[in-house]
């Protein structure tokens, strides 16, 4: 990229509530019904109809304004913001402008290891709009979406490459689905960003014109589309031209950013007060009932993972990424002796995480209990189980073949061997068998030896101890003549 330039970047994000009804009616919030099946005479507008505000919604951004050290609003109100699409019935959104629910806070965040910061300008609460159908001749209008209940978190301009962007959107993805207000899932568009993009020469500080990139459900793409549109911007800078301030959309598939319409300011959506919509009160009582009711934060529980069970930042930090693996991880740790914290993290961090990985799984999938993940660590521990084996332990458990552990590892012959003679004699067997490579070893290839351990671990279905494999190696290899 060229030095002469740097950007800057703003990131909104609309983060669905997880309220069982919408925010202004009482239809339902569910997923994938059939075309208007969950409207009612508020979320198509109809004459006479009147909004009543959705306690649940209110609550749900107080919890996050807690989380954030925001400052919340004791008399926030709703406003019409106006603007003519055929799915928004109303010809007006229903949203805060004036006196937002939350202003300020702040999100820390780590890219590579770095702690960072962005400030909030404000989160408000607003109703979605619903979506259009095109068909091969006409489009229809799908209201299911309409009036469900949205809270746009805004951060100031401050964020300085797509890497930081997506470190930070992922750092509150996974704050919303920790505080229960968020199913976080970005393919129904629970969770999706607006990206304001500029670009200013390095030291100035009168920031450039402006781009967002509307609606984007997916950290890959939202790197791919601030890295396109930066570049975008330099190219007609370097050029001599002018950036339009507009609104664009990302093609994934072309990866490049395209013009939708021009960016409209505050003054074009001509904001009023919503006269159907009373002003929100909020009690110091319901702010403390609902500050009592928060989860331990995730930088409150890396924190003390790294203090109580002497983990590593990094292992801590993996740990408390969302809060089922943490509470998965805890409840584990609580079945053991204490000391096994670093091999109940080990074993979650690697063998676990690569199992979810190959299956395409998440934590949330997990079938298998954490006394039963307990005791087969138990089972590592005190030299029942290899590591190796113990993956083959957890695929059968896994699968619901069987459920009891010693059952497992008896029928299909996964203990341990810790005989050194049963090794020994392994091993004599395999030098036997393979004169060449250890006369390769004993001519100085280093790599011969580890060549051996192979041909072992598979004799052996990999029922012992590598380190003792090794060790009883070397001593079978001095022995040759």
Do not use: W
């Given at each position: 990229m060229n030095s002469k330039w740097e950007t800057t970047i703003g990131i909104e994000t609309h983060v669905q509530l997880l309220t069982k009804t919408k925010i202004f009616s009482s239809s339902n919030c569910s997923f994938g019904g059939k075309p208007n099946q969950n409207t009612d005479e508020i979320d198509m507008a109809l004459p006479g109809s009147l909004p009543v505000a959705n306690l649940e919604a209110i609550k749900c951004a107080?919890?996050?304004?807690?989380?954030?050290?925001?400052?919340?609003?004791?008399?926030?109100?709703?406003?019409?913001?106006?603007?003519?699409?055929?799915?928004?019935?109303?010809?007006?959104?229903?949203?805060?402008?004036?006196?937002?629910?939350?202003?300020?806070?702040?999100?820390?965040?780590?890219?590579?290891?770095?702690?960072?910061?962005?400030?909030?300008?404000?989160?408000?609460?607003?109703?979605?709009?619903?979506?259009?159908?095109?068909?091969?001749?006409?489009?229809?209008?799908?209201?299911?979406?309409?009036?469900?209940?949205?809270?746009?978190?805004?951060?100031?301009?401050?964020?300085?490459?797509?890497?930081?962007?997506?470190?930070?959107?992922?750092?509150?993805?996974?704050l919303v689905m920790w505080l229960g207000i968020c199913d976080g899932n970005m393919?129904?568009?629970?969770?999706r960003c607006d990206a304001n993009v500029s670009v200013k020469l390095k030291n100035s500080k009168k920031l450039g014109t402006r781009t967002e990139i509307k609606n984007i459900n997916s950290f890959r793409f939202l790197e791919k589309a601030i890295i396109f549109e930066y570049k975008r911007q330099i190219n007609l800078l370097e050029q001599n031209k002018l950036v339009i301030q507009e609104t664009r959309l990302y093609?994934?598939?072309?990866?490049?950013?395209?013009?939708?319409?021009?960016?409209?300011?505050?003054?074009?959506?001509?904001?009023?007060?919503?006269?159907?919509?009373p002003i929100i009160y909020i009690s110091t009582e319901l702010i403390e009932t609902i500050r009592k009711s928060l989860p331990e934060l995730p930088e409150h529980k890396r924190i003390r993972f790294e203090k109580e069970y002497n983990l590593s930042k990094s292992d801590a930090s993996q740990l408390s990424s969302n809060i089922n693996i943490a509470n998965y991880f805890e409840s584990i740790v609580l079945e053991l002796p204490k000391g096994s914290e670093k091999i109940v993290a080990n074993w979650m961090i690697g063998d676990l995480n690569a199992f979810l990985n190959k299956y395409n799984k998440t934590i949330e999938d997990m079938p298998i209990g954490s006394k039963t993940i307990a005791n087969m660590i138990e089972k590592i521990i005190n030299g029942t189980l290899s590591n190796k084996n113990a993956k083959d332990v957890f695929e059968i458990l896994w699968?619901?073949?069987?459920?009891?552990?010693?059952?497992?590892?008896?029928?299909?012959?996964?203990?341990?061997i810790n005989d050194d003679s049963i090794i020994i004699d392994i091993i004599n067997s395999v030098?036997?068998?393979?004169?060449?490579?250890?006369?390769?070893?004993?001519?100085?290839?280093?790599?011969?030896?580890?060549?051996?351990?192979?041909?072992?671990?598979?004799?052996?279905?990999?029922?012992?101890?590598?380190?003792?494999?090794?060790?009883?190696?070397?001593?079978?290899?001095?022995?040759?003549?």
């Open positions: 107080i919890k996050f304004g807690l989380a954030v050290n925001a400052e919340i609003s004791c008399d926030s109100r709703f406003d019409r913001k106006h603007y003519f699409y055929p799915d928004l019935p109303k010809g007006y959104q229903t949203s805060q402008f004036y006196k937002p629910i939350l202003q300020g806070g702040n999100i820390c965040f780590y890219e590579n290891n770095v702690k960072k910061r962005v400030n909030l300008v404000e989160a408000h609460l607003e109703e979605d709009a619903g979506k259009l159908i095109h068909q091969s001749f006409s489009t229809g209008i799908d209201l299911n979406r309409a009036g469900m209940p949205l809270l746009e978190i805004v951060t100031h301009p401050e964020i300085c490459s797509a890497q930081e962007a997506v470190a930070y959107a992922k750092t509150l993805h996974n393919q129904e568009g629970s969770f093609d994934s598939d072309k990866n490049e950013t395209r013009s939708m319409r021009n960016k409209e300011d505050a003054i074009d959506y001509r904001y009023m007060p919503d006269p159907d919509l699968n619901n073949e069987q459920s009891n552990i010693d059952d497992i590892i008896e029928k299909n012959g996964l203990k341990q030098l036997t068998n393979n004169k060449n490579i250890v006369e390769d070893y004993k001519s100085g290839k280093e790599k011969a030896f580890n060549s051996l351990i192979g041909k072992i671990m598979k004799e052996i279905k990999g029922r012992a101890d590598p380190s003792q494999i090794r060790q009883l190696l070397q001593q079978q290899l001095y022995k040759v003549h």
